[in-house]
């Protein structure tokens, strides 16, 4: 009985298609994850803008999480909101600040935040309006 010479050949292309198929579907993970999350808190982002209710917010609290996205802080602050028709409360709130905008939060500043009064003290349903 001979042993099949091809078969290494083609066992070789199978493998070589497979890698081929595996990397494409992580390149489209890895490039559709981020755009799909882009997308989404844009579109949150305009819900907010669209139907919030604006208010302010006294910055209570600010802590450095350590970490940078695209160069920029993320921050965790504490928040004493303030809306129309509802008592002051309380809110603690993690979010990426650029830069130029970081002398605009800090301890004892009032910021301008729309808030989705459908669920107030939910951080994601808040935003600060940073000028």
């Known amino acids: 009985m001979e042993p099949f010479i091809g078969g ?9 298609c497979g890698s081929l198929l595996c990397t494409a579907i992580i390149v489209a993970v890895a490039i559709g ?3 799909y999350i ?6 949150r982002a305009e819900e907010l803008m669209a139907k919030g209710t604006q208010g302010e917010a006294k910055i209570l ?3 450095d ?10 921050v965790t602050m504490v928040l004493e ?16 600040v650029p830069l130029i905008r970081l002398s605009q939060v800090q301890v004892g500043s009032v910021v301008p ?18 000028k």
Not at 8 to 16: A, P, Q, S
Not at 65 to 74: A, E, K, V
Not at 118 to 130: A, H, R, V
């Open 81 to 96: 909101i303030e809306v129309a028709m509802r008592p002051p409360y309380q809110v603690t709130k993690t979010l990426t």
């Open 33 to 35: 994850v981020p755009i």
């Open 65 to 74: 999480t350590g970490m940078l996205i695209n160069n920029q802080p993320r």
């Open 38 to 43: 882009m997308k989404n808190n844009q579109k």
């Open 113 to 130: 935040v729309m808030v989705d009064l459908s669920d107030p003290t939910n951080p994601d349903k808040i935003g600060l309006l940073l």
């Open 8 to 16: 290494g050949v083609v066992l070789t292309l199978i493998m070589v």
């Open 61 to 63: 609290s600010l802590q």
